[in-house]
């Protein structure tokens, strides 16, 4: 088996659950949160530093990936892995996202996808196939199937052929995958239409896929439709098979998603808003680039112990930002990444110990105080 799950304790109140995934490249606690290296990197980092802070998984996208380098660097390194020189797990998401953001410049059918690059404006297509054959050469431990994601709001008409457009092309996938080393999850739509999402979860899972990511959420929609459709969908998943919230990184969606019974998740959020001087504390989000902490020789977070909070003041951080020096932005996304990882080691805790559940209330409580729903 390219990978093995393994679900050591269950929350008998909530839906949470720890365990072991069991991957060529190591094994990750989950649940755990991956940082995301669209094009190989995960931005202003290395991957010395992700693994002084336990990071065991790491995303990247086959879309950025095939358009540049190109798939063929990759493969005369042996692989994304030595490409990249990271010793732990990857994952490849398919690019659907990606290619259906691109509006006007896609074309889209049963087939697959033609797009324009927005690199050079060349046309590709890319069907179910081709981007499971890209995935295999790049040589991740877990490859996701193409599918259509669909915005928020769309109309039920629109949602419901991109549910059965995405059942489609994760057969196809599945067909066409070829490497026995490599996991291929598949991915459930459905927008926030609990139908919708019951109906593409279900026919799905009848695929026996060895894991499934839930896609087309946190696009927009309102948190509470999101929990929602989490609600209704997880159900439907088998129990015993890896469950994966794509697009999710705000600490307070963390939290709530663990309670439904996710596995993994993802999301540019800790890296991108690190760059904006925007970082995660245990009080909320710090806008350390404001004026107001031109002087304050406190840290960050004075409830963390990464080594930004050990050894610089706030002050010191905007005086990079706002001089554009780079490590300002590698401060701040170390930082941003460590507290993530903090989180996820006290959940994972909290669940082994059998006390989830009262975690989770005063947790819910301390988040909806310091982040009040915003991402």
């Known amino acids: 088996m390219p990978i093995k799950f393994t679900i050591n304790r ?53 879309y950025h990936l ?5 798939v063929e660097i990759i493969a005369r390194h042996g692989g994304l892995h030595r490409f990249m020189n990271w010793s732990g797990a990857l994952l490849t998401d398919s690019g659907g996202f ?19 690059s927005h690199i050079d404006g060349r046309t590709h297509f890319l069907t179910p196939e081709r981007v499971t054959r890209l995935q295999n050469i790049i040589g991740a431990d877990i490859a996701m199937v193409l599918d259509q994601c ?33 996991a291929l ?28 990511a839930i896609g087309g959420l946190s696009v927009g929609e309102p948190k509470d439709l999101m929990y929602a459709s989490l609600k209704c969908t997880v159900p439907e998943l088998p129990p015993a098979k890896v469950r994966y919230l794509m697009g999710v990184g705000s600490p307070d969606a963390l939290l709530e998603g663990v309670s439904h019974g996710i596995d993994l998740f993802d999301c540019v959020l800790p890296t991108r808003i690190a760059r904006n001087g925007r970082v995660m504390t245990s009080r909320g989000y710090l806008p350390v680039r404001n004026s107001v902490y031109a002087a304050d020789l406190a840290p960050l ?12 003041s706030r002050a010191y951080i905007r005086h990079l930002l706002n001089a554009g020096e780079i ?42 105080k310091t982040y009040g729903g915003v991402v």
């Open 10 to 62: 269950k929350c008998p109140q909530t839906a949470a659950r720890s365990g072991d995934l069991e991957t060529a490249h190591g094994t990750i606690q989950t649940p755990a949160f991956m940082p995301v290296g669209t094009q190989g990197t995960v931005k202003a980092v290395t991957v010395r530093e992700l693994e002084e802070m336990g990071t065991g998984l790491i995303l990247s996208n086959t």
């Open 66 to 70: 095939f358009l540049r380098p190109g």
């Open 98 to 116: 990606q290619i259906f953001s691109l509006g006007g410049l896609r074309k889209i059918d049963d087939q697959g996808v033609a797009f324009t």
């Open 150 to 182: 669909p915005p928020y709001p769309a109309e039920y008409a629109e949602v419901s052929a991109a549910v059965k457009r995405t059942n489609l092309w994760a057969r196809r996938c599945k067909n066409a995958h070829c490497r026995e080393d490599q």
């Open 185 to 212: 999850f598949a991915i459930v739509q459905g927008g926030v239409y609990e139908d919708l999402r019951r109906e593409s979860a279900a026919k799905l899972a009848a695929m026996d896929f060895p894991g499934y």
């Open 301 to 312: 977070d004075h409830d963390c112990g990464c080594h930004v909070c050990r050894n610089y």
């Open 327 to 368: 490590l300002g932005l590698r401060l701040t996304t170390y930082h941003n990444l460590y507290y993530l990882d903090r989180l996820m080691k006290e959940i994972r805790a909290a669940i082994a110990a059998g006390r989830f559940e009262p975690y989770y209330r005063k947790k819910s409580l301390q988040f909806t």
